[in-house]
């Protein structure tokens, strides 16, 4: 079920009043129920999958609990390894047989992998890493192993967060199933507020902009230059506004019943290097790899090669885990290099900011760095939207072909400017999509001196409801409806 679909406008309002008028000890089956049936409406016979990875890890984390030594961590190998290989049957097996093919004709043997046929069910990454770090926070002893089947099930499984995140952390989340949530209607509204903002960057913004994307990722070797950089521009803006959106629905759901997720995004394009980036950008995943990959390689311990093994092997990984392509192991492999990079030169780019005086002028070298950041983030981006490596590397050496010719066009000639602009639309598909960006970069910046929502809580009555209302049309004028899938469902 799409959150951006009739079916969820009629789904969560009627599990939201039913969860309010149960009583507390109703209401984890409720959740349950309504849990299933919002995964069922996706692959039906997929929920049989799911139960089946969070039994394993529901008894394996007992077990876990239980035992000492050898046999405490032969059950967290067990639970891990099997946990996994459902990931790996059914979002890798394919990818990896493939790769054997490719590497067999290419030293001469005339060999084919067997090929499964199976659809990969909707969120597996994510529901997999939340049940992960389940087992790992009890074998660490962070976490009570949970008796109670039903309730682990929907720390699973709680439908806001299901398919595509936060990835919640069991001492976050579980504890919250046994509160009495009590009608708070301040609660309600800050959380309704959050979940039409986030509407507004899927329907208004990033579902605009994936036209523009799309238009050139489908066929990206007829355009060069300008019309590469416009679609590029706007699949950096479409992929944050599709994801941020789909986790301000989710907390914002969430929040409307009284739970409290993990904040997911916070303005990740304003960042001023690499690094912050990936502290601003899918914050669940980013602190995942952190806390249960790079930690135990060895973080920031050791030497400097040991440093940087460590984070090229999680970059790796977390290339891998976004999607069973190449394109996406690049993605991942470009950041991890951008990071390295960061730091061998550190010295030396902090020697020449002071050199050329830029560290003196603090205004100017926020927007320098803030610019190189977005220009960074942008150039790995070709690679995690391209269909394939060729594409990617097209993209990539024709980004800039022909950009001043293109601008002396576009300056006189009405055709080119169709062609090379607006990508063969309406002037309009572009106007709106970039006012859009402009709108959303506003806000954030404005957010940056505290919550829009707190302020709106605390405002008149009348700019309340005008702000609403202004909301609603936005969405109803300017949004682009059918239903959309938000870009991350496919991980």
């Known amino acids: 079920m799409l959150f951006n679909s009739l079916q969820f406008a009629i789904f969560f309002p009627i599990v939201t009043m039913l969860y309010f008028a149960l009583p507390h000890r109703a209401r984890g089956t409720l959740l349950l129920v309504a849990s299933c049936i919002f995964y069922m409406t996706f692959v039906p016979a997929y929920i049989v999958v799911?139960?089946?990875?969070?039994?394993?890890?529901y008894v394996a984390a007992q077990r876990i609990e239980a035992t000492r030594g050898a046999a405490r961590r032969g059950w967290l190998v067990a639970s891990i390894l099997s946990t996994c290989a459902v990931l790996f049957i059914f979002k890798y097996f394919n990818f990896f047989a493939e790769s054997v093919t490719l590497t067999a004709r290419a030293i001469g043997m005339a060999y084919i992998a067997p090929a499964l046929k199976l659809i990969l069910p909707v969120g597996l990454s994510f529901h997999t890493f939340q049940s992960l770090s389940y087992v790992i926070e009890v074998y660490r002893g962070q976490q009570r192993a949970e008796h109670h089947f039903p309730k682990y099930a929907l720390y699973v499984m709680f439908y806001p967060q299901l398919v595509?995140?936060?990835?919640?952390?069991?001492?976050?989340?579980?504890?919250?199933?046994?509160?009495?949530?009590?009608?708070d209607y301040a609660r309600i509204v800050s959380g309704l507020q959050l979940m039409?903002?986030?509407?507004?960057?899927?329907?208004?913004?990033?579902?605009?902009?994936?036209?523009?994307?799309?238009?050139?990722?489908?066929?990206?070797?007829?355009?060069?230059?300008?019309?590469?950089?416009?679609?590029?521009?706007?699949?950096?803006?479409?992929?944050?506004?599709?994801?941020?959106?789909?986790?301000?629905?989710?907390?914002?759901?969430?929040?409307?019943?009284?739970?409290?997720l993990m904040r997911n995004f916070d303005r990740p394009y304003f960042s001023h290097s690499i690094s912050e980036f990936w502290r601003r950008w899918h914050i669940s995943l980013s602190t995942w790899f952190r806390d249960y990959v790079y930690v135990p390689l060895g973080g920031n311990r050791g030497t400097l090669a040991l440093r940087v093994r460590n984070l090229f092997?999680?970059?790796?990984?977390?290339?891998?885990?976004?999607?069973?392509?190449?394109?996406?192991?690049?993605?991942?492999?470009?950041?991890?290099?951008?990071?390295?990079a960061s730091i061998l030169t550190a010295d030396l780019r902090a020697r020449l900011r002071h050199a050329v005086g830029l560290d003196r002028v603090p205004s100017l070298m926020h927007v320098w760095q803030t610019g190189a950041t977005f220009v960074l983030v942008c150039v790995a981006w070709v690679f995690f939207r391209a269909t394939s490596l060729h594409d990617a590397w097209y993209v990539v050496t024709h980004l800039f072909a022909g950009v001043p010719s293109q601008l002396a066009q576009i300056a006189t000639d009405g055709g080119a400017r169709a062609r090379l602009l607006f990508l063969g639309f309406e002037p309009s598909r572009l106007v709106l999509g970039t006012a859009a960006v402009v709108a959303l970069l506003a806000m954030e910046h404005v957010q940056r001196s505290g919550s829009v929502r707190a302020r709106l809580a605390t405002a008149p009555v009348a700019f309340r409801w005008t702000a609403y209302s202004v909301a609603v049309l936005l969405i109803m004028t300017l949004g682009v409806f059918g239903s959309t899938k938000f870009i991350y469902f496919q991980f």
Request: hydrophobic residues 50%.
């Open 50 to 57: 799911l139960f089946v990875t969070i039994l394993i890890d």
């Open 164 to 183: 595509a995140g936060p990835i919640e952390r069991p001492q976050n989340l579980l504890h919250q199933f046994d509160e009495p949530h009590e009608f």
């Open 196 to 260: 039409a903002w986030g509407f507004i960057k899927k329907i208004v913004v990033a579902d605009r902009l994936a036209e523009l994307a799309n238009r050139v990722y489908d066929a990206p070797e007829q355009y060069s230059g300008l019309p590469l950089i416009v679609g590029t521009l706007a699949f950096a803006f479409q992929i944050y506004c599709d994801f941020s959106g789909y986790s301000d629905v989710a907390i914002g759901a969430a929040q409307v019943m009284g739970f409290r």
């Open 313 to 340: 092997i999680v970059f790796l990984v977390s290339g891998l885990w976004h999607g069973a392509r190449w394109t996406f192991v690049v993605w991942g492999a470009l950041h991890g290099i951008y990071l390295i």
